[in-house]
């Protein structure tokens, strides 16, 4: 139960792959691995080991591997532990549901521009329900067509959240007539945390897996918060 329960967070929240890093990444820091990893951070990474490909509706056959950025983090197994704790309230007992997490995902690692939280979380995406337009609409930001009024006030959360830590009034009334209380509260958790692991995997260069899509390219017009 602890094994499946740990291993359907990181799915969520984090995921696991197979061991492949795409090319030309430079590493500051050196995903540990599991021969290296201490005691405390074999006992919480350990689980990451099981196949995920049924969570990610992949069907693929590889055995995966525990992600980068968890490898790089099990250099500092004391804060590994509680992140993990949070992780799996956020990811367990949220109350948004995952298509909206992961659009708040997505554009929290484009607004960083954190090629491995965008590799990832464009996995995570499609498989809740986001479709490969929308997620090239991401970059667009807010004031892209066709986003319902949901996703436009999530996506306006997201930039707001980023560039200035609080949210407009107008944007607040928004998202306040479309969600609970415990969603809003839940919404800049959701920006808060992914923003913190963008920051990690661009500070430590956590090196992205081959085979995952990476940051597209700035366009003529593509918003960036």
Same mark, same amino acid.
């Given at each position: 139960m602890i094994r499946s329960t740990i291993a359907s967070v990181l799915f969520f929240v984090l995921g696991v792959c197979?061991?492949?890093?795409?090319?030309?990444?430079?590493?500051?820091?050196?995903?540990?691995?599991?021969?290296e990893w201490s005691p405390e951070?074999?006992?919480?990474?350990?689980?990451t080991h099981e196949n995920v490909a049924e969570l990610e509706g992949s069907g693929a056959a590889a055995a995966p591997r525990t992600l980068n950025i968890l490898r790089t983090m099990a250099h500092h197994p004391t804060i590994l532990g509680p992140f993990l704790g949070f992780a799996s309230a956020l990811a367990q007992e949220g109350t948004l549901s995952r298509r909206d997490s992961e659009l708040l995902a997505l554009r929290a690692a484009w607004n960083c521009q954190s090629e491995f939280e965008w590799g990832h979380h464009v996995v995570f995406a499609r498989a809740a329900g986001l479709s490969d337009p929308e997620i090239g609409r991401i970059v667009d930001g807010p004031d892209?067509?066709?986003w319902s009024p949901e996703d436009r006030a999530l996506l306006l959360a997201a930039d707001q959240l980023h560039?200035?830590?609080?949210?407009?009034d107008?944007?607040?009334?928004?998202?306040a007539g479309r969600f609970s209380e415990a969603q809003l509260v839940e919404i800049p958790f959701v920006v808060g945390q992914y923003t913190m692991l963008s920051m990690v995997a661009n500070a430590? #260069?956590?090196? =992205? +897996?081959?085979g995952h899509d990476p940051l597209p390219a700035r366009r003529p #017009?593509?918003? =960036? +918060?």
């Amino acid at each position: 139960m602890i094994r499946s329960t740990i291993a359907s967070v990181l799915f969520f929240v984090l995921g696991v792959c197979p061991m492949a890093f795409a090319e030309g990444t430079v590493t500051r820091l050196r995903p540990l691995p599991a021969e290296e990893w201490s005691p405390e951070a074999r006992r919480l990474l350990g689980a990451t080991h099981e196949n995920v490909a049924e969570l990610e509706g992949s069907g693929a056959a590889a055995a995966p591997r525990t992600l980068n950025i968890l490898r790089t983090m099990a250099h500092h197994p004391t804060i590994l532990g509680p992140f993990l704790g949070f992780a799996s309230a956020l990811a367990q007992e949220g109350t948004l549901s995952r298509r909206d997490s992961e659009l708040l995902a997505l554009r929290a690692a484009w607004n960083c521009q954190s090629e491995f939280e965008w590799g990832h979380h464009v996995v995570f995406a499609r498989a809740a329900g986001l479709s490969d337009p929308e997620i090239g609409r991401i970059v667009d930001g807010p004031d892209a067509s066709d986003w319902s009024p949901e996703d436009r006030a999530l996506l306006l959360a997201a930039d707001q959240l980023h560039a200035r830590q609080q949210v407009e009034d107008s944007v607040w009334q928004e998202l306040a007539g479309r969600f609970s209380e415990a969603q809003l509260v839940e919404i800049p958790f959701v920006v808060g945390q992914y923003t913190m692991l963008s920051m990690v995997a661009n500070a430590t #260069g956590v090196p =992205l +897996e081959a085979g995952h899509d990476p940051l597209p390219a700035r366009r003529p #017009g593509a918003h =960036l +918060e």
